[in-house]
């Protein structure tokens, strides 16, 4: 070794004794063995220090955020599951999970081996056999989940109840569209004539007389059909006799919700087929004779549970010998979406067995081993269609739907 070699020069050229050289130079060899170890180990300490001084910091956010994404897959693919058993003419069932524990712990562990060779002829101060700093770190995440039933009386008298004009109000935003909002809410539309006779148009794609529903539906629609609030004002009440000069006793004004139609979308007295008392109060055109004998409207809504039964029967349709897909073409106002699509105005749409299982929107299996899923593209209004669906669900979600303990307890 070179380092040798330079030593036994600088001693030789000193005047030792050969005796005193031999002593000088072991002296040497083993101190520079145990310095040339005890460098090494603490560089090897400095390594793991340096590796232990900075603590890997656990973040929870992925975990989080996976819980996050396979909720909203589960409330997602939940809808769809109950719409395919109303297909199959079963019986709903609502799940709900409302509380998720998650835990995670991060572990690190360092260490070190230092292997020295023998000393020898070729080795005078022991060669460094092997050093092997080691660091790693280990994490582990857990949760649990509980899963409720929400197959009670509380949860299901509101399932089961007509939707009522203020409910509506809730999903009249640009981003629905009238036709998709009352194709969903309405179950059949009766007409009176001039002469008292009613007919009644049934909103379901498996009836004989579905296409004459959809000509009534649009033309209500194009009459100016909606969901409008209007202020009632507060009866008059009687003051009450005053003391400590208290102010009379005061009702504030209520608000009433009402599916009429905007009169002000007719221009003639031609136009307007309808009784007076179809037509929003205070907005009838001014050249409506309210004497006039015209045909009058009634609307019927809708609950929830016969929603689900409808798109049930939508699903049918879709899967018939020769194929009914419902469609719904955009009104005045409503705004164009997914341009250049096939399935541009499809109400829902919901492949049977399709040939391909990615890149999916939802999908469940259906009490026979079918298996039903909704494209994430060419699907029409279908991502509108689950969310109002998931929105009346949760507007049911009251005091008392949920029960304490779960139904199912999953670790």
């Not at 975990?63 to 809808?79: C, E, I, K, N, P």
């Not at 509506?168 to 569209?177: D, E, K, Q, T």
């Not at 004779?289 to 349709?317: C, H, M, W």
């Not at 829902?348 to 039903?372: C, F, H, M, P, R």
Request: proline share 6%.
């Amino acid at each position: 070794m070179a380092i040798d070699t330079a030593l036994a020069t600088v001693l030789r050229q000193n005047t030792l004794s050969l005796s005193q050289f031999n002593l000088a130079y072991s002296f040497l060899v083993t101190n520079m063995v145990k310095l040339r170890t005890a460098g090494l180990i603490v560089i090897s300490a400095l390594f793991l220090s340096a590796c232990a001084g900075t603590p890997v910091k656990p973040s929870f956010t992925n975990m989080a955020s996976t819980f996050a994404q396979s909720l909203a897959a589960y409330q997602t693919d939940g809808v769809l599951t109950n719409i395919i058993r109303a297909s199959e003419e079963r019986p709903l069932s609502f799940l709900d999970i409302p509380s998720i524990n998650g835990s995670g712990n991060v572990s690190q562990s360092h260490s070190a081996g230092l292997t020295l060779g023998a000393l020898s002829v070729n080795n005078l101060y022991g060669s460094i056999a092997s050093v092997s700093p080691n660091f790693s770190v280990s994490l582990g995440t857990s949760f649990n989940f509980t899963q409720s039933s929400l197959d009670n009386a509380t949860f299901w008298s509101g399932i089961l109840s007509k939707v009522q004009p203020k409910g509506l109000a809730y999903f009249r935003n640009p981003n629905i569209p009238r036709e998709l909002l009352f194709a969903l809410a309405i179950e059949s539309i009766d007409i009176t004539d001039a002469q008292g006779k009613t007919s009644r148009y049934v909103n379901s794609p498996l009836e004989p007389n579905y296409p004459q529903f959809e000509k009534v539906l649009y033309e209500l629609l194009e009459s100016g059909l909606d969901v409008v609030a209007t202020a009632v004002p507060a009866p008059a009440s009687g003051q009450q006799p005053q003391s400590n000069k208290q102010a009379p006793n005061q009702q504030q004004a209520t608000v009433s919700y009402n599916l009429c139609l905007i009169g002000n979308m007719a221009n003639t007295a031609k136009e307007m087929k309808y009784d007076s008392a179809n037509y929003c109060g205070g907005k009838l055109p001014a050249l409506f004779n309210p004497n006039d004998k015209n045909a009058a409207f009634t609307v019927n809504l809708r609950s929830p549970k016969q929603i689900f039964n409808y798109l049930g029967e939508v699903v049918q349709a879709q899967n018939l010998t020769d194929p009914k897909l419902v469609r719904l073409p955009p009104t005045t106002n409503t705004t164009i979406r997914k341009s250049g699509e096939s399935n541009q105005y499809a109400l829902i749409v919901v492949e049977k067995n399709a040939s391909s299982t990615s890149n999916l929107y939802a999908s469940t299996v259906g009490t026979y081993g079918d298996y039903y899923s909704v494209p994430k593209e060419n699907n029409g209004y279908s991502p509108l269609v689950i969310d109002m669906l998931l929105l009346m669900i949760t507007l049911n979600k009251i005091s008392g739907s949920i029960p304490q303990q779960p139904a199912v307890l999953i670790r």
